[in-house]
């Protein structure tokens, strides 16, 4: 177990691509860390440079105090578990867990000792001395994670490691995953595209975009209190609504001009964010969750921040309904529970049918302007 601690970490392909910059990251001992963000952001770079696989231009990498940047990958005493498995297919799964071992020469009752308790965490012990061909994709990821377990390494270190695998078996896996870093308490860093399950599995998640560490924070915190655009975007499935408007009025009573209306922001959110008032007269971007879009009728209190909208889809997702709305030009989007949805069914339909409705922008503290 270890900190893993990376300073101003860049790196610059030989080709001339820069696929990371400035990187700062750091690590506690025994934290699960989720590296997240779209395609090609550098994430993998990232921990193929902690690993030892792949040089760093920049910066410092330093793993349980000591800088690695010049020490081979087999010397970090980290471990690495791949999207591909990369799995010996003539081996048996007892084989494979202990094939790091083996090379190292270790005794054959120590392997022993070591393959079996990993394949009891792993819900492997059945399954010992199969070959992998006679394994399912679940199963042969755990092979994977045993592999890493076995060498009590100082860090995890896992690119996608579930992506092979269909949607159940992911969520599935992910909460394995989650239970056996818990249960070992072995430092961690998983590199995913995948916003949920970085926001399940992460103590803290980083977010990268085009090589750039946007924000580093828990699951709640990006959530509730994104940096910038880019993150607010990015976290939150339907994502938030980001409307464009301006802000006008006076300090007192400061409003947003969104799609030819008018909002007036709640004296609470005032207290709270009295920057706002230093935006006046500039143009803003108000970021409003979907589960904080709620129809007029069903709100209780002020309804001070009241927008007509234009109802153009609606879709079932067994548990959520989600309503699109067009504010003007602005698309909206807002998400009821079933229960809700059913309660207020003839709503929400008869509303398709006259589409113009009116909506309340509940101003949550996680409402960003
Ligand atoms: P993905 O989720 O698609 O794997 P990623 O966020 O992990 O993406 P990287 O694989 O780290 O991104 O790639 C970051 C950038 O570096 C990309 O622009 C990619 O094209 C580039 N890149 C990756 N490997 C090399 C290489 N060997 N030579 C040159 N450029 C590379």
């Known amino acids: 177990?270890?900190?893993?601690?990376?300073?101003?970490?860049?790196?610059?392909?030989?080709?001339?691509?820069?696929?990371?910059?400035?990187?700062?990251?750091?690590?506690?001992?025994?934290?699960?860390?989720?590296?997240?963000?779209?395609?090609?952001?550098?994430k993998t770079t990232a921990l193929r440079m902690v690993a030892g696989l792949e040089e760093i231009s920049e910066g410092e990498v330093v793993i349980d105090g000591r800088v690695v940047n010049r020490i081979p990958?087999?010397?970090?005493?980290?471990?690495?578990?791949?999207?591909?498995?990369?799995?010996?297919?003539?081996?048996s799964v007892r084989d494979n867990i202990g094939f790091g071992l083996s090379?190292?020469?270790?005794?054959?009752?120590?392997?022993?000792?070591?393959?079996?308790?990993?394949?009891?965490?792993?819900?492997?012990?059945?399954?010992?001395?199969?070959?992998?061909?006679?394994?399912?994709?679940?199963?042969?990821?755990?092979?994977?994670?045993?592999?890493?377990?076995?060498?009590?390494?100082?860090?995890?270190?896992?690119?996608?490691p579930l992506s092979n695998l269909d949607a159940k078996l992911r969520v599935q896996m992910r909460a394995e995953i989650a239970r056996i870093q818990?249960?070992?308490?072995?430092?961690?860093?998983?590199?995913?595209?995948?916003?949920?399950?970085?926001?399940?599995?992460?103590?803290?998640?980083?977010?990268m975009k085009k090589g750039e560490l946007q924000q580093v924070a828990p699951p709640q915190e990006l959530y509730d209190r994104p940096a910038n655009l880019f993150v607010a975007g990015f976290i939150g499935s339907p994502a938030m609504n980001l409307l464009h408007g301006t802000l006008t009025g006076d300090a007192d009573t400061p409003r947003i001009d969104v799609g030819g209306q008018s909002l007036t922001i709640?004296?609470?959110?005032?207290?709270?964010?009295?920057?706002?008032?230093?935006?006046?007269?500039?143009?803003?971007?108000?970021?409003?969750?979907p589960e904080d879009m709620e129809d007029v009728e069903l709100v209780d209190g002020p309804q001070n921040a009241r927008l007509t909208a234009t109802a153009?889809?609606?879709?079932?997702?067994?548990?959520?309904?989600?309503?699109?709305?067009?504010?003007?030009?602005?698309?909206?989007?807002?998400?009821?529970?079933?229960?809700?949805?059913?309660?207020?069914?003839?709503?929400?339909?008869g509303k398709l049918e006259a589409p113009r409705t009116d909506m309340v922008a509940r101003f949550s503290p996680r409402t960003r302007v």
């Open 1 to 42: 177990m270890a900190e893993v601690d990376l300073t101003g970490v860049g790196k610059v392909y030989p080709d001339g691509t820069r696929a990371v910059t400035d990187l700062n990251l750091a690590i506690a001992d025994g934290e699960f860390l989720v590296l997240v963000g779209p395609s090609g952001c550098g």
């Open 73 to 91: 990958s087999r010397d970090r005493d980290v471990a690495m578990v791949f999207q591909s498995y990369a799995l010996y297919p003539h081996l």
């Open 103 to 160: 090379l190292r020469k270790l005794p054959k009752a120590e392997i022993r000792t070591k393959v079996e308790e990993a394949a009891e965490i792993l819900g492997l012990t059945d399954h010992l001395d199969r070959k992998p061909r006679n394994l399912s994709g679940g199963q042969r990821q755990r092979v994977a994670m045993g592999r890493a377990i076995v060498r009590s390494p100082k860090a995890f270190l896992m690119d996608e």
């Open 182 to 207: 818990r249960d070992l308490g072995v430092t961690t860093i998983y590199v995913t595209h995948d916003q949920t399950e970085a926001m399940t599995l992460g103590d803290r998640v980083a977010v």
């Open 266 to 289: 709640p004296s609470e959110v005032l207290d709270q964010r009295s920057e706002l008032r230093s935006y006046l007269g500039r143009d803003v971007v108000i970021g409003i969750r």
């Open 312 to 349: 153009e889809l609606v879709e079932a997702m067994g548990s959520d309904v989600l309503v699109h709305f067009a504010v003007e030009a602005a698309q909206v989007v807002t998400e009821d529970t079933k229960e809700l949805a059913r309660d207020a069914g003839t709503d929400v339909l």
